[in-house]
């Protein structure tokens, strides 16, 4: 208690002797800059303590009366922020005794963000070419600012834009010059303040627009053009999509200047109009017009020029309905007035009267006006009558000019003619077309009548004709026209009665030559030909897959050369009877089939490995067609045979085959009048083995087939000198080559090939220069592991065989392989062989073996050749044949001999033929005298010898005639007589003694230089007659006569001609 008083006391003191002695001072708070303040700014606080000096104290400032914060200075400064803004005070505080003053009033600081400076562009619109802009900049709500202007540099920075001859800067204002305006340019502002350090945030950016000039657009009214004498023109000047526009208008004088238009007695302007009076306005003046601002200084693009076009008045036209001359009696004519190109017009009509005066046509009851037509009623109709008219507009007053005058003629109503188009009967299925001529005027719609002349059952047409599509039976008959024209409808005469008569037509038939079915290149021909004939009488057409191929041509035949793929379809044909076009039914349809080149094939029948004196016969066919072809033939290397004629049938014979027809054959065809040739056949060899060739292919190891990698040796050997013969071969992939090409190595007579390859595989055969050939050798090389051991050459009949199956490298443990002719399987063998004991002909094929391990071999073709005693066995069986026909040829003539013989008299010479014929049987008859006296010996008579001579003669070309046999057969016939017993004198027989006839066959040859080899068979016949014993007769020597009898045949017609007989009695 007495401490707390003890203080009180003492602050009392104090404050007596303080107020006794100063009184406190009061802090006076300062902001620098006053005012407003941006975030970013600097603010100073100066505190100052009225009556003492800034060294004596210590300040404290305050925001809002509290956070005090300290200075040993008077002032304080700092970047203000917007949260900074509020009331400050400050006081002192004297260093010396911490004596305080009083505290300061508060000062308000404001704190507020940048502001934004805006900039604006006038004009405030599209900116034209050559204008200036003046762009503004603004800070609205606040004063003291000063501006910088920015542009856009090409590289998109900003660079600032001083005062300068382009651009003029006026505190908040930069005005561009015109030509520094570019489309384009974009700039901007920024305000700054006067001792500050803060500027405001830039402006958003100003882009300039900048269009071209406007056009002034010109137009007239009246719209259309041109304008008739005596119109008023006003032209109107327009600015689309502008507006507050004056304008100015031009004209150019006869110097081609142009002079101002202003108002005038002859022009009067009303804003954005120029009204041209009437008698100013003139054909070709040229007006313009152009804008301008009151607001700116630019005017616009002056406007395209207005030409004026100034015509006379329009002429009316005037015509008539009927529009054709003459107007017959009793019709009414309507006549119509036309102004054309123009519309809004009305009419007036005129006549000219008795005394050649125009007077006015109105309405009544002879004539009927309806706007642009004038009818005149029939009766009122008069012969010479002429009439005009004129035009006139409604909304100007303007007439046209009289129209040209009608002159009306009057004739008798006339009577029209029938006539058909076609003269004679027209054919079932064509048109026919009735024409109803009528010479005077046109317009005239057309009346048919059939049968009768009944209204009623008229057929109309707008035409003078009248066509029947398709004529049928029903359509013959009387048929009768008229015609009629207006409304009513004025009719003529009928025409005289025409009669139609109908006809079947014939029908065309199409063909194709060579064939319906043709090879591209060929030359192709249509023919199209009428059933009946008369084809003189007759066009022709083609139709192709029932589109028109052609039109209608006087020849029958349509040729198409080269023919195509495209040409290929079906076709038909039609004719056309020259005197009337009526056209026949049309034909079937012939297809015709084009294919790609013709290709030749061929084939050897009955194999191609053939032996010496075996027939082959080579056929050639074309691909897919067989009609027209003839066919040529060649060997090696396409030489063409000189007999190639032989192959016209499509087939080619060699028989015999000899050594010599070894080769390469081919074939391909030809037919048509241009000698169209196919491609060749793919080639055919043919190999032909001789029983005894001058030279042998010796090879080495002596077998068909071989392993590649093997050696061979291939020589040509001969029973003589071989000198000058080389090795050949034929291979699918090289054709004929020699050793010496590079396959092998050539040594003389002998070729050598190293090392074998697949390639090697082929037919090898010795040849000689003068071109004779060894039999040809098959050689087949193989990349496998067996091949079949078989002989290169022919083996002869009736010698053993074996086969066996060789292995390369290694040969397996299990030695049974199956052994197979043609594909067959022949035999199965442990011992991997297989023997034929005794080959023969049927031997003959295509051998090959197979292994179950090592797989099987090529085949190759085992020729068999034919003994010489099998050869001897099939001659002897020839002769036999030969014999047998012959015996029958003899038993005919025969008969015929007897016949003749029979009706002789005994004792009686026989004559002989004539030329080299009496030589042969002279030669004969000696013989068989001295045959017959042996015979007289023995009790017989000397015998007569009949020779009966067959000849077969035929018609032989003359390049075949060397190839074509004659047989003759000589009949020798001996006539024996017993002996008598009276004396020993020998009887003549007489023909009814004839016991028995013994015939004796001898074979025989004779030549003939013309004729060719012959073949004779002579006939040796004993005649045996009966003794008769009781009469007696005196022995007479008769002298074997011979009688000759030839008889021919002849071969092309088949028949005998009969016995051309010789015999003299």
């Not at 046209?400 to 058909?420: A, C, G, H, I, R």
């Not at 067989?626 to 060997?635: A, D, I, L, N, P």
Request: aromatic share 10%.
């Amino acid at each position: 208690m007495e401490f707390g008083s003890l203080s009180v006391i003492l602050l009392l003191v104090s404050l007596v002797r303080a107020g006794r002695v100063q009184e406190r001072p009061k802090a006076s708070l300062i902001l620098v800059p006053a005012g407003q303040l941006f975030i970013g700014e600097v603010v100073t606080l100066r505190c100052d303590i009225q009556g003492h000096t800034d060294t004596e104290w210590r300040y404290s400032f305050y925001k809002n009366e509290y956070q005090p914060f300290y200075s040993e200075v008077r002032e304080y400064s700092f970047s203000v922020v917007e949260s900074d803004s509020g009331k400050y005070t400050c006081r002192g505080e004297r260093r010396s005794d911490s004596w305080r003053s009083e505290i300061s009033d508060a000062v308000t600081l404001t704190v507020s963000a940048l502001p934004r400076a805006t900039l604006t562009v006038e004009p405030e619109s599209s900116v034209f070419t050559g204008e200036s802009v003046t762009l503004k900049c603004e800070i609205k709500g606040y004063v003291g600012w000063t501006y910088q202007w920015y542009k856009q540099d090409p590289w998109g920075g900003l660079i600032t834009v001083p005062q300068s001859v382009h651009h003029t800067v006026n505190r908040d204002t930069l005005t561009i010059r015109g030509d520094a305006v570019i489309h384009g340019d974009q700039y901007w502002c920024r305000g700054e303040r006067r001792y500050r350090t803060t500027s405001s945030q830039i402006s958003d950016p100003v882009t300039l627009t900048v269009n071209a000039l406007p056009r002034a657009t010109l137009t007239a009214d009246p719209k259309w053009s041109p304008v008739f004498s005596g119109e008023s023109v006003t032209l109107k000047c327009e600015i689309k999509g502008y507006d507050g526009w004056t304008y100015q208008w031009y004209k150019q004088d006869p110097w081609r200047r142009l002079i101002t238009v202003s108002q005038s007695v002859y022009h009067t302007i009303n804003r954005d109009t120029l009204t041209i009076r009437a008698d100013t306005v003139i054909n070709g003046d040229q007006y313009w017009c152009r804008g301008e601002r009151h607001d700116r200084s630019i005017s616009s693009q002056i406007s395209s020029s207005v030409t004026l076009t100034v015509n006379a008045l329009p002429r009316a036209t005037l015509t008539a309905d009927p529009k054709w001359s003459p107007v017959f009696s009793g019709e009414s004519v309507t006549l119509k007035c036309e102004i054309y190109s123009y519309d809004g017009w009305t009419y007036q009509w005129y006549k000219q009267d008795p005394w050649r005066r125009w007077t006015a046509v109105s309405q009544s009851v002879y004539h009927t006006v309806n706007r642009d037509t004038l009818t005149i009623r029939a009766d009122t109709v008069i012969n010479g009558d002429q009439y005009w008219c004129r035009g006139e507009r409604r909304l100007r007053p303007t007439s046209s000019q009289n129209s040209d005058s009608v002159t009306l003629t009057v004739e008798e109503t006339p009577k029209p003619e029938l006539t058909s188009s076609h003269k004679g009967a027209a054919l079932i299925g064509n048109p026919v077309v009735l024409y109803c001529k009528l010479d005077q005027s046109a317009g005239w719609r057309f009346y048919w009548s059939k049968h009768t002349q009944s209204p009623e059952n008229e057929t109309k047409t707008e035409t003078y004709s009248y066509t029947i599509s398709s004529v049928s039976v029903s359509d013959g008959g009387q048929y009768w026209c008229r015609a009629g024209r207006g409304n009513p409808v004025y009719y003529t005469h009928y025409s005289d009665a025409l009669w139609i008569n109908t006809t079947k037509s014939p029908k065309a038939v199409a063909s194709i030559k060579p064939d319906e079915k043709v090879f591209r290149g060929e030359t192709v021909t249509l023919r199209c030909d009428m059933q009946g004939g008369g084809d003189t009488e007759w066009r022709y057409s083609w139709n192709k897959d029932d589109y028109s191929h052609n039109s209608f041509s006087t020849r029958k035949e349509n040729t198409i050369s080269p023919v195509r793929e495209s040409d290929s379809g079906k076709y038909t044909c039609r004719g056309q009877r020259r005197s009337d076009s009526q056209t026949s039914e049309i034909s079937d349809a012939v297809t015709l089939t084009v294919s790609d080149r013709a290709q030749a094939v061929l084939r050897s029948s009955p194999q191609s490995w053939l032996t010496e004196g075996d027939s082959v016969t080579l056929s050639c066919e074309v691909r897919g067609s067989s009609t027209g072809w003839t066919f040529s033939w060649y060997r090696d290397k396409d030489e063409l045979l000189s007999d190639s004629s032989r192959g016209a049938g499509g087939s080619y014979t060699l028989s015999p085959a000899a050594l010599n027809h070894t080769g390469v054959y081919a074939c391909r065809a030809m037919r048509g009048e241009t000698a169209y040739h196919t491609q060749y056949s793919d080639t055919q060899p043919l190999w032909i083995t001789g029983v005894s060739p001058p030279v042998s292919l010796m090879v080495s190891p002596s077998r068909a087939e071989h392993f590649i990698t093997d050696s061979l040796s291939l020589s040509c050997e001969g029973q003589s000198d071989s000198t000058g013969w080389r090795v050949r071969r034929y291979t699918h992939s090289e054709k004929v080559s020699d050793c010496s090409s590079g396959w092998g190595s050539a040594a003389g007579t002998t070729c050598s090939i190293s090392s074998l390859i697949t390639s090697h595989t082929g037919v090898y055969w010795c040849e000689s220069e003068s071109g004779e050939s060894s039999n040809p050798v098959n050689i087949s090389v193989t990349f496998g592991f067996i091949i079949l051991d078989s002989p290169v050459h022919p083996v002869t009949e009736g010698d053993p065989l074996t086969l066996r199956c060789l292995y390369h490298h290694t040969k397996p443990s299990n030695l049974t392989a199956e052994f197979y002719k043609n594909g067959s399987l022949l035999q199965t063998q442990t011992t991997g062989e297989m023997t034929i004991h005794t080959v023969s002909k049927s031997d003959e094929g295509l051998y090959h073996c197979k292994h179950p391990e090592k797989g099987e071999s090529p085949q190759s073709w085992i020729s068999v050749r034919v003994s010489t005693r099998s050869a001897a066995k099939s001659a002897i069986g020839l002769v036999g044949v030969v014999v047998g026909v012959s015996f029958a040829v003899l038993f005919i003539i025969l008969l015929i001999l007897l016949w003749c013989y029979r009706t002789r008299k005994d004792g009686q010479s026989l004559s002989h033929f004539t030329g080299h014929q009496q030589n042969i049987n002279q030669t004969s008859v000696q013989n068989h005298r001295e045959s017959g006296a042996g015979d007289s010996q023995s009790g017989y008579m000397q015998a007569e010898h009949v020779y009966d001579t067959v000849e077969r003669a035929g018609r032989i070309n003359k390049s075949d005639a060397a190839d074509e046999l004659s047989d003759v057969t000589y009949s020798q016939i001996m006539r024996k007589n017993r002996k008598s017993k009276n004396k020993g004198k020998y009887i003549p027989a007489k023909p009814s003694q004839t016991e028995t006839i013994y015939s004796e066959v001898q074979p025989g040859k004779t030549t003939d230089a013309d004729t060719g080899s012959m073949a004779v068979t002579y006939a040796e016949i004993e005649l045996k007659t009966q003794k008769k014993p009781k009469k007696k007769t005196e022995q007479t020597s008769i002298d074997a006569d011979t009688v000759y009898s030839e008889l021919k045949q002849n071969t092309d017609k088949g028949d005998v001609t009969g016995l051309d007989d010789s015999t003299s009695l």
